[in-house]
């Protein structure tokens, strides 16, 4: 090297030194050294990443504050860009809705529920529970919020199916289920009917197995034992335990097939989180972040013109024009807004369809299901329209609180939908009653319930693709300067992760082409 020059690993060091390491990555960059960025070793934009440009960056808009939106917003803010989110409902969050007293919730056929729950009582009406492997756990950790345990998988609670008379605990049916599973293999084993499969030496490895999977007895005969759980507990005595084993027969009508595999799922399995005091914690901190300046809500897009140098948005207070925009609503009420996007791109936008999903959560004046049924957290599942009712993960051993009456999709939920709230709540509460007793009417104070197809200017839950094809590859990549944003465009459909992954994708791809093209 002759003297006076300067080598790139010099250069690139000294940058990083002098401008961080957003200016050593645009380096990099630049020098054709850097490699792409992706969601699972993103790195967010830094002002510093245009320090060797001289220039500021982009302006952008971006439309809907839910998720995705803020994320967007948030993310591109650390590098100085210019935001402004544009926002139809009157509060920011989208579908990570929080519902306290005082909060009104208005549907598309004009009745509106204000709720009316005491003190500390919330009910996360959207999302409710975070996986320990997800991006927003991330989040939370970032913007300062702190969480706790939700209780997904309690053998507490309680199953209950049509022509049952009684529900029964989930830690009796698993017991019974895996009991009754275990001694038909153990006999079938014994019996040499899996001699093809089942070596010698693996025999008698799976009847240890057996035995202690379903708790058989010397004969692999399933019995009653302490795992079904007790009918007085012990302590000074010794306990009685509950009785008699019902018939195979009868435990196979427990349908645990339907739910005994749901805690196993990766999206599902235990530990798993949610902020403290209400999921909602998480949007107001980005917004907090964004700046209330940056959000405009109560505002409507009415149409969205890709222009040569940038993106023109007009809605219902005026226009903007910007150098790109981030749409981030839900892909259904995106392709009904006018504008000059391509007919291609318009029909990928209207290829998933919404899908239908409703909760009601009921304030009680005790918390009855901890002192009466000993359940602390957990869900109670059912087959029954109703589908699921949740116990609170929060405000353990206190006065008031709030379970969740139901939790249904699809067809359940549309109709309920179809119900005016009243008619919802007494559907809900009739229901609950023949697993809890006359309490689950008696002791309600407050209600109030969500129809996710008939919420204005969202229509749906969440989304569901025919197949992860064409369009849904055409929508990763922008439509002239038009990104797209949401959970709806990732595999993880449904969960605040997925628009989390959305909005780092997008925020990636526009920074690298401002930086780019600038």
């Known amino acids: ?28 960059g630049a020098l054709g050294l850097a490699p792409d960025r992706h969601t699972d070793d993103y790195a967010p934009p830094q002002r510093s990443d245009f320090a060797l440009k001289g220039r500021a960056a ?31 409902r009157d509060r920011v969050g989208g579908r990570n809705f929080t519902i306290r007293g005082g909060d009104r919730v208005p549907e598309l056929d004009g009745e509106t529920q204000e709720a009316r729950f005491g003190d500390g ?54 017991a019974d289920t895996y009991g009754y599973v275990s001694e038909l293999l153990a006999k079938a084993t014994n019996a040499g009917a899996l001699d093809r499969t089942v070596t010698r030496s693996d025999r008698e490895v799976l009847l240890d197995f057996l035995s202690a999977f379903g708790a058989l007895g010397d004969d692999d005969v399933y019995r009653a034992s302490e795992r079904r759980g007790y009918q007085t507990n012990p302590g000074v005595d010794a306990g ?50 964004v700046g209330s300046d940056r959000i405009q809500v109560s505002t409507r897009v009415t149409k969205i013109t890709n222009l040569p140098d940038g993106v023109e948005v007009v809605h219902s207070g005026g226009s903007i024009k910007a150098d790109y925009c981030v749409a981030a609503l839900p ?67 206190g006065t008031r609180g709030l379970v969740v009456g139901y939790y249904n999709l699809a067809a359940a939920a549309d109709s309920y939908a179809a119900m005016k709230h009243v008619d919802r709540r007494s559907r809900a509460i009739e229901q609950g009653v023949h697993i809890h ?31 992860y094809g064409a369009a849904f590859k055409l929508l990763q990549e922008p ?40």
Not at 2 to 27: C, D, F, H
Not at 447 to 454: G, P, Q
Request: with cysteine; charged share 20%; glycine share 12%.
């Open 240 to 289: 009685t335990l509950l009785g008699p084993v019902p018939s195979f027969s009868e435990t196979l009508r427990y349908g645990l097939g339907r739910t005994v595999a749901f805690p196993f799922g990766y999206e599902q399995a235990m530990p798993m989180f949610q902020p403290v005091g209400g999921m909602d914690a998480i949007v107001n901190k980005l917004a907090d972040a």
């Open 58 to 88: 982009a302006k952008v808009v971006i439309l809907g504050a839910g998720v995705a939106g803020l994320a967007t917003a948030y993310e591109l803010g650390k590098a100085g860009y210019d935001c402004t989110v544009l926002e139809a």
């Open 121 to 174: 009582v919330y009910f996360n009406a959207g999302p409710g529970r975070i996986a320990q492997w997800m991006v927003t756990l991330d989040y939370c950790r970032e913007l300062g919020i702190p969480v706790e345990v939700f209780v997904n998988d309690n053998p507490n609670a309680y199953l209950f199916n049509r022509g049952m008379t009684t529900p029964v605990r989930f830690r009796q049916a698993r």
């Open 437 to 467: 007793g006359d309490k689950y009417r008696t002791e309600l104070l407050n209600s109030v319930s969500i129809a996710w197809r008939r919420q204005p200017h969202i229509e749906g839950a969440w989304v569901e693709w025919p197949s």
């Open 479 to 518: 439509a002239g300067r038009v990104y797209f944003a949401g959970d709806w465009l990732t595999h993880l459909i449904a969960w605040q992760a997925g628009a989390f992954d959305s909005a780092r994708k997008v925020v990636t791809q526009l920074h690298q082409r401002v930086l780019k093209e600038g």
């Open 331 to 397: 892909p259904h009420i995106l392709a009904r807004i006018p504008g000059n996007l391509s007919p291609q791109v318009v029909g990928a936008l209207q290829s998933p369809k919404p899908l239908s999903a409703g909760k009601i959560g009921l304030e009680y004046r005790r918390r009855w299901w901890e002192t009466d049924d000993r359940i602390f957290g957990g869900i109670t599942e059912t087959n029954l329209d109703i589908t699921h009712i949740w116990y609170p993960s929060y405000g353990f051993n």
């Open 1 to 28: 090297m002759s003297e006076g020059t300067i080598s790139r690993r010099a250069l690139l060091v000294g940058l990083g030194v002098a401008g961080g390491a957003g200016a050593m990555y645009a380096a990099m």
